[in-house]
C-alpha cells in the first residue's frame, strides 16, 4: 500500500477508535446515572483510543519512511557478488542511481549491463516485500492500540490526564523542532564558513576592500587570486537598507497612526485594503518598476540640477524597497495600535490631554513592543531582498556611501555565487556561506537591540 493511502487508512482506523471507545464510555455511564459519573467527559475516552491507534503506527510509520532508502540500498548491495560492489563513495552513489533508474524506467534494460538489470530487479521485490511487510506491520500495530484503547475505558480511567499529558508532550515536541531547525541551520552554515575561513583568513574576509571572487583553474590565470574583502557588500547593504527604511518607517507608522486614530470607519474600509495590496505584489514587479520607471527618473531629475546618477543607483533601489515594506509596518503598527485599551486613551483625554499627545505619551508606550517588531520585520525583508537590488542597483561591488551609485548586497552575490553547478570545495562557493554567517550574526544583533528598547520602555511605561 502507498504511504498516502496507508495514512488515510490510519486516520479512518483512528476515527473509528475514537467513536468506539466514546460509545462505550457513554454506555458504561448509563447504568451509573448518567457521563457524570464517569471521571472524564466522553471526549477524552474517545481521544485516547483513537491516540493509542494512530500515534504508535504513524510513529513507527515515520522511522519507517526515514531510514527505509538506506535499508533497502544496503540489502541490495549486500547481495552482490564481492567483484561488483563499490569501493569508494562516489562508485556507490554512481551504482545505485544507475539502479534506480533502470528500476524506475529511466534507462532501457535492454542497453544495460545485465548484472545491473538483475540488481534493479531485486530493488523491485525488496521495495515491494518491505513495502507490503510495513503496511501489514503498521496496520496491526493500529488495529491492537484500538482494541486496547475500547478494552481500557472504564469509569474511573483518569482518559483527561492521559490525553492532556500526550497533547503537552506533541506541542513540546513542536517547539523543539523550531529550536532545532535553527541550530541545525547555524550549524549547517556555521561549518561550511569554517572551511571558507581556512582558506581565506577572517580578517580579509571582514575587513577587506575588494570583492572579486573569481577563482581560476589554472595559477597562470588572470585573476587566480580572488579577493574576498566583503567590506563593499556590507555597505552597500547597508546603505540600501537605510534608504528603504527611511521611506518605510515614516510613512508606515504615519499611515497606521492615521487610520487607527482619525480615519473614519468607511475610509479605513478602503485605505487599508487598498494599502496591503502592495504586499501581495510579487518583488520582480517591484524590480521592473524600479529598474524601468524610477531609476530612469533619477537619472533625469539629476542631469536636470547637474548630478550624475548612475542607471542603476541604491537610490533606485531604496526608495523601492521601501515602497514594498510600508506595508509590513503600515500593517502589524496598525494592529497594536488598535490593541491598545480604549481606556487608556479616554483616561488621557479625559485628564485634559490632546489627541496627538494622547498618541505621544500614552498610545506609542503601549504599543512600543509591537512597533519595534513590525521595524525588525521590516529591516530583515529589506536585509533578505534580492530581486530589486539585482534590476535596480546592479551586481557591482563598490565600497562607497553615495547612494547615486551602483552597489550590491550580501544576498544578491549569495544567490550569484551559487547559480549554476557548483562544487563545494573552493573558496568562492563557500564565501556565501560566511556572507550567510554574517546576515545570521547581524539579525541576531538587531533581535538584542530590540529587546533592549522594548524592555526599557515597558519598564518605564510601567
Known amino acids: 500500500m502507498q504511504t498516502a493511502n496507508l495514512f488515510i487508512v490510519l486516520l479512518v482506523l483512528s476515527a473509528v477508535a475514537y467513536y468506539m471507545a466514546r460509545g ?40 519507517w519512511l526515514l531510514f527505509h532508502e538506506h535499508i533497502i540500498s544496503t540489502l541490495l548491495l549486500d547481495g552482490l557478488p564481492e567483484a561488483q560492489k563499490p569501493t569508494s563513495a562516489a562508485e556507490h552513489n554512481l551504482l545505485l542511481n544507475s539502479i534506480e533508474n533502470i528500476a524506475s524506467g529511466a534507462l532501457s534494460a535492454e542497453t544495460s549491463a545485465p548484472h545491473l538489470v538483475a540488481a534493479a530487479d531485486v530493488l523491485k521485490d525488496l521495495r515491494g516485500t518491505a513495502r507490503n511487510l510495513v503496511t501489514a506491520v503498521v496496520l496491526s500495530l493500529a488495529v491492537i492500540g484500538m482494541g486496547w ?70 595559477s597562470d590565470q588572470v585573476g587566480s587570486s580572488g579577493s574576498f574583502g566583503a567590506i563593499p557588500l556590507f555597505v552597500g547593504t547597508l546603505l540600501i537598507s537605510f534608504i528603504a527604511m527611511l521611506v518605510a518607517v515614516p510613512v508606515g507608522l504615519m499611515s497606521a497612526v492615521y487610520l487607527a486614530e482619525y480615519a473614519s470607519p468607511r475610509v479605513r474600509g478602503l485605505a487599508k485594503p487598498a494599502l496591503e495590496v502592495l504586499a501581495g505584489i510579487p518583488t520582480v514587479v517591484y ?11 533619477l537619472r533625469k531629475a539629476g542631469e536636470g540640477v547637474g548630478l ?122 563557500l564565501a556565501a556561506f560566511a556572507l550567510g554567517l554574517m546576515l545570521f550574526v547581524v539579525t541576531l544583533v538587531l533581535n538584542f537591540i530590540a529587546l533592549r528598547v522594548v524592555k526599557k520602555y515597558r519598564e518605564q511605561y510601567d
Request: glycine share 8%.
Open 24 to 63: 462505550r464510555s457513554v454506555a458504561l455511564a448509563q447504568p451509573l446515572g448518567g457521563i457524570r459519573h464517569l471521571h472524564s467527559l466522553p471526549f477524552f475516552y474517545g481521544m485516547r483510543a483513537a491516540i493509542w491507534c494512530a500515534l504508535p503506527s504513524m510513529a513507527l510509520l515515520a522511522v
Open 149 to 218: 484503547g475500547w478494552v481500557k475505558v472504564s469509569p474511573k480511567l483518569r482518559a483527561r490526564q492521559q490525553v492532556e499529558r500526550v497533547f503537552r508532550g506533541l506541542l513540546l515536541a513542536c517547539a523543539c523542532v523550531a529550536i532545532f531547525t535553527t541550530v541545525g541551520i547555524l550549524l549547517s552554515v556555521l561549518f561550511e564558513s569554517l572551511r571558507f575561513f581556512q582558506a581565506v583568513p577572517a580578517t580579509e574576509f571582514l575587513f577587506g576592500t575588494e570583492w572579486s571572487p573569481q577563482m581560476a583553474i589554472r
Open 287 to 297: 524590480g521592473f518598476f524600479a529598474a524601468l520607471t524610477v531609476a530612469p527618473f
Open 308 to 429: 550624475e546618477v548612475s542607471s542603476e543607483s541604491a537610490l533606485a533601489a531604496g526608495l523601492v524597497m521601501g515602497v514594498m515594506i510600508i506595508p509590513f509596518i503600515s500593517s502589524l503598527a496598525d494592529d497594536v495600535i488598535n490593541a491598545v485599551p480604549q481606556s487608556l486613551r479616554d483616561g488621557s483625554l479625559g485628564l485634559g490631554a490632546t489627541r496627538s499627545e494622547t498618541i505621544k505619551k500614552v498610545i506609542f508606550p503601549a504599543a512600543l513592543p509591537g512597533i519595534v517588531g513590525g521595524v525588525l520585520l521590516a529591516v530583515s525583508r529589506a536585509i533578505g531582498e534580492t530581486m530589486i537590488v539585482v534590476m535596480a542597483a546592479g551586481l557591482a561591488a563598490k565600497l562607497t556611501a553615495n547612494p547615486l551609485e551602483t552597489v550590491t548586497t550580501v544576498t544578491v552575490q549569495i544567490v550569484t555565487l551559487l547559480v549554476g553547478d557548483q562544487e563545494f570545495d573552493s573558496p568562492k562557493t
